[in-house]
């Protein structure tokens, strides 16, 4: 699928760039902090609350650059 191609090219660009993401799940869950590993379909973050979380790529609906409330 070229959706599933996209989605692993952006988490190994925030994985090797060690860029903090914000994460929106499926479920309507969403996750912030740094992508610690990444192999198939499955990355753990290091979530600012839960701390190193386990999440599929198939949960994930959106990824992006983690902004905190200054727009930083």
Sequence with gaps: MQGDDILKKRVKYFLDNKQA????????????????????????????ELGATPVYLMEIKYIDVFRDKDGN
């Design 21 to 48: 993401v914000h994460i929106s799940l499926k479920n309507s869950r969403f996750l912030n902090g740094k992508i610690l590993e990444f192999s198939g379909d499955l990355l753990i973050i290091d979530d600012q």
